[in-house]
Structure formats: C-alpha cells, structure tokens
C-alpha cells in the first residue's frame, strides 16, 4: 500500500514568489496535517483538515493557506516567500478527526530553499 | 521556553552499547509519541503511550511514560548503526489539539 506521498521533494524558489507543496494521504485517511521543519528543530504544526474543513491553524502567517480536496489530498501554498521559509515541509494523515486517534503518518516531506 | 524538552540534544555512543533519551513536558499529558526520522526525510513512527505507566517495546527500543513527572524515556538497547538518527517526542495535551514535537535528540552508532 502507498504511503502518504509529497511532491515535489525538492525546490527553490526566490524572495517574493510563490509555491504550491502537494501532498495525498494513504489511502482511506481523511485528515491531512502540515508541518513545518527548520533545520535542526521539531516540525512545526501548520495546519490540519478533515472532511475538507480546517480544523485547526498553528501560528503561522496569512501568507499561508491550506486546503483538501474530495479525494482528501491536500495543496499548501505559501505566497511572497521569505528566506526564513526555508524548511522541510511534512504532511501527515491520519483516519480520525482529532488527527492523533493512531498515529500520524508522515510523507518524506517537501524540501524548500528561497534564495 | 519549549513545551517540550528532549535530552540529550545529540549522543554518540559505541556500537553494542544502551543508551536513554528523555522527553519532558511542560503540560499535562494526554499521549506522547515517539518518532525517528532520518536525516531530511519523514518521521517514522515508533510508539504511543497514552497511560501513566505504561511501557512499550518493538525490538531493541523500549519506551516508559511517567504520568507523576510528565515525562517519557526511550532506551535502546544493544545499540546498532541502523538505530542512527534522530529521535523526536510528540505529545497531544487533549484529544483534538495537533502533535507539538521536541528539538529531537541525535544519535550517532561509531563502531
């Protein structure tokens, strides 16, 4: 069985662009999670959606934004990038609302540099 | 100050040898996760522990939840290179708030 999978695993953008991170979860999961991982840190939580809703926001800028489609795959965008959004970028999914029922399975994650 | 504090922050020890890592929270407990994750990858999960006693094992790895000081230990034993990376705790403070992870602590199997 396919596991959580990430596109693209790596890019690099520059100062004021924007990128689009996509994730789909295995199959049968309907929450997908975001983290956010600087080098030689914890992952950070973004956000986190079930069913297509959001249902929880870290602390994190507009600049972000989330969503998840029918078939519970998920898209982040991140818009006007700064340097300090370079970072390791997991999804994780899971089968129950809360997004912690089991465990979370995370994807190998998208690698992001800005220049 | 971090939610979750994780020790040792790196460790280096011979192959064959048992070692311990300690996780502690600055909140009360609701499940504490134990992850690995390779250098730049994802996070392979290696166990929940949700009750104040509670110890899990899955081969050379066994993990204890103190319930008392909120905290939560990971012991390898007989280390090997393959046990090379870095270990991250995880925990929920209830059962709908997201997974906030330690700084991790990395190991390093010399042999």
């Known amino acids: 069985d396919a596991g959580v999978t990430q596109s693209p695993t790596h890019l690099i953008k520059t100062r004021g662009q924007q990128v689009t991170l996509r994730c789909s979860p295995i199959s049968g999961h309907k929450s997908v999670s975001w983290y956010q991982q600087v080098l030689g840190q914890g992952p950070q939580f973004i956000f986190q959606?079930?069913?297509?809703?959001?249902?929880g926001r870290g602390n994190f800028p507009d600049r972000f934004s989330a969503r998840q489609f029918p078939n519970y795959s998920s898209e982040l965008n991140v818009n006007a990038l700064l340097l300090g959004d370079s970072a390791l970028y997991l999804c994780?999914?899971?089968?129950?609302?809360?997004?912690?029922?089991?465990?979370?399975?995370f994807g190998e994650g998208s690698r992001l540099t800005v220049l | 100050s971090q939610e979750l504090e994780q020790s040792p922050q790196s460790l280096i020890v011979q192959e064959g040898k048992n070692l311990t890592i300690n996780c502690t929270s600055s909140?009360?407990?609701?499940?504490l996760y134990w992850y690995k994750q390779k250098y730049g990858e994802g996070l392979i999960f290696l166990m929940m522990l949700q009750k104040g006693g509670e110890e899990k094992s899955h081969e050379k790895i066994t993990a204890k939840l103190d319930e008392k000081k909120q905290q939560s230990s990971l012991h390898i034993t007989a280390s090997q290179p393959s046990h090379a990376g870095t270990y991250l705790c995880?925990?929920?403070?209830?059962?709908?708030?997201?997974?906030?992870f330690g700084k991790g602590t990395r190991l390093s199997v010399i042999a």
């Open positions: 994780a999914s899971s089968f129950g609302a809360s997004g912690i029922t089991g465990e979370l399975f």
């Open positions: 995880g925990a929920s403070h209830s059962g709908n708030t997201p997974l906030v």
């Open positions: 909140k009360t407990l609701y499940g």
């Open positions: 959606y079930y069913e297509k809703e959001e249902r």
